[in-house]
Structures are given as structure tokens and as C-alpha cells.
């Protein structure tokens, strides 16, 4: 499920926000720790399916076959987490529509049962979303969804809502676990790693990008790759059922696409992408 909101063909690299503190801060934290710091956030793609064919999507450009994710390999992705103490956002969906997972309510028991410290967190296109639904995924433990009402008729009717997402917005209208964007079909994203076909999208050097240096993606078949972009799963940095989190993510060859973006290169999927993920997050 794409969350960003982008009106744009591609992002532009912006002279204000290019993120020369944090490339500071990953040089000298590598140098000093001779790792990289731990992911603040992981992506895992309970499946790989979408209900919707936005225009502007990876989905709507490349065939990507069903697969859905093993209970065992969800079991240990959320059982390692424990084991190290993780506490950030981990988002139970990718580039996938999460609610079409049958098994979300009882993924989400797990991942409470074992702790408390995750931030459990969906985007949704809410296209089979009840109110029924979003109070048993909150009474289950789910702390935030992100709900994305697209809409053909945006341009005509900006404020409108889909009409099964009326009641949900009335019934949590002052709570902030639940928002509901405006988007629209006829959005453009970047360019997905080169999945989505875009004219004259490497005008820019685009350099930097912060993605895998926080966010940890592991997709169905429980291999971690790059990171979102990677929508038919080209890069893998390891299966978690052959190594840990923390050794995925020490991977060598994840360090190699990181070593490249801080010198600002781009090398294997990020030389096909145009996304410019170039903000401070660190610092
Ligand atoms: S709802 Fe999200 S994942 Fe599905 S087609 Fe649209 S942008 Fe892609
Ligand atoms: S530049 Fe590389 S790491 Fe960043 S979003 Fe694109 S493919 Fe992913």
C-alpha cells in the first residue's frame, strides 16, 4: 500500500532539505561502530496482493504473483523483534493491501501478546473496511491506521469520502489512531526502483536516499530486501529463516548499496530509481 502523497512525476532533490547532517552522522556512526545504527521501523508483506489498480502503482506495470506469507515465518519475524527489545512502527503491509490478509487480527494478537513496546500500523486503500472491522482491529491491538480513500473524482469533489468510509470517519473523528487521506488516481509516484515506466525521470542526480538506512523490509517468502521500491523482490539480504534480523541487516551487500548512497551513488536498483528520500531523519 503506498502511503506518500505525491502530485509530482518524480521528487525533486531540494537544495533545503538535502540531508547533509545525516550522511554526516551515518559516516562518522560506520566509522566509530563499524555497523550501521538498527533499523527504526520494518515492512512486512503478509502477501503480496492488492484489491485495487491505481494507475500511478508498481502493480498497475508488473504481474506479481500471489504469495502470502507463512505463519511460522510471521512468528519468528515478531519473535526476534522481541528478543532484541525492538519499539518502533512495524507496519504489517508493503506495497500490498493488508486487509485482504485473513489473518491480520490474529497477527496483530500475536505481535501484543509478545510485547508491548511495537507501534503495530496499517495503510489501507479501505476499500473493504467496516466500522465493524477498525473496532476489532484496535480491540485486537492495532495502534494506527492510515486509511487511503482513492478516488477517480478527486479534481470534481476534493473532500469527498468513499462512501463505507463515512460511518469510520464520523465514529473517530477526535481519534488520531485513525486518518483518512484524500487521494487520487490520477497521482504520480516516483518511479519504484524502475517498476513504474516514467519519461525523463533521471534528469537529477538524485543521489542520497535515507530508506535502508531505517526502514528493515521483509517480504512474504521472508527474504529481506532493499526496501520498498524493490517491488518484485530482486535484492535479498538474507532469509529470516536463515539468519537473524540483525544479521539481514548487517548484510554485506545492504552495506554496499548504503556505502554507495552516502557518496552519493546510486548502484544495482537504486541506479534505476528516482525517488529522493533525502531528508534528515537522524539528526
Ligand atoms: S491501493 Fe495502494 S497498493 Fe493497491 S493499487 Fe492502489 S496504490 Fe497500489
Ligand atoms: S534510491 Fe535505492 S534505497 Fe532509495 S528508494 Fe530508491 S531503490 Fe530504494
Redesign the pocket.
Known amino acids: 500500500m503506498i502511503q506518500q502523497s505525491n502530485n509530482i512525476n518524480t521528487r525533486k532533490c531540494q537544495e533545503a532539505l538535502i540531508a547533509d547532517s545525516d550522511v554526516e552522522y551515518l559516516k562518522n556512526y560506520v566509522d566509530k561502530h563499524g555497523l550501521y545504527p538498527l533499523f527504526q521501523q520494518v515492512l512486512i508483506e503478509t502477501r503480496t496482493d492488492c484489491n485495487n489498480n491505481c494507475p500511478f502503482c508498481p502493480h498497475h506495470f508488473n504481474a506479481k504473483p500471489l504469495g502470502i506469507m507463512n505463519w511460522e515465518t510471521y512468528k519468528l519475524i515478531i519473535d526476534d523483534l522481541v528478543n532484541i527489545g525492538f519499539s518502533g512502527r512495524v507496519a504489517l503491509m508493503v506495497s500490498n493491501e493488508p486487509l485482504l490478509e485473513e489473518r491480520l487480527i490474529d497477527m496483530i494478537a500475536y505481535a501484543k501478546s509478545k510485547t508491548a513496546r511495537l507501534f503495530l500500523d496499517i495503510t489501507t486503500n479501505g476499500k473493504i473496511l467496516t466500522l465493524d472491522l477498525i473496532d476489532e482491529l484496535f480491540l485486537h491491538g492495532l495502534d494506527n491506521i492510515n486509511i487511503n480513500d482513492y478516488r477517480g473524482d478527486r479534481t470534481s469533489y476534493p473532500d469527498k469520502i468513499s462512501s463505507n468510509l463515512t460511518p469510520i470517519a464520523v465514529a473517530y473523528k477526535n481519534n488520531p489512531k485513525l486518518t483518512i487521506q484524500k487521494r487520487s488516481f490520477d497521482e504520480q509516484l516516483?518511479n519504484y526502483?524502475g517498476n513504474i515506466p516514467q519519461k525523463n525521470s533521471f534528469e537529477a542526480d538524485?543521489g542520497f536516499?535515507?530508506?535502508?538506512f531505517r526502514k528493515l523490509v521483509i517480504d512474504y517468502s521472508g527474504n529481506t530486501i532493499?526496501?520498498?521500491?524493490?517491488f518484485m523482490s530482486e535484492t535479498n539480504m538474507g532469509n529470516v529463516h536463515d539468519k537473524s534480523l540483525i544479521e539481514c541487516w548487517n548484510d554485506t551487500i545492504f552495506n554496499q548499496?548504503r556505502d554507495a548512497?552516502l557518496r552519493h551513488e546510486?548502484i544495482g536498483?537504486?541506479s534505476?530509481?528516482n525517488?529522493?528520500?533525502d531528508y534528515n531523519v537522524f539528526i
Open positions: 516516483p526502483g538524485y536516499c535515507n530508506f535502508p532493499l526496501c520498498c521500491n524493490d548499496y548512497l546510486r536498483l537504486c534505476r530509481c525517488d529522493c528520500q
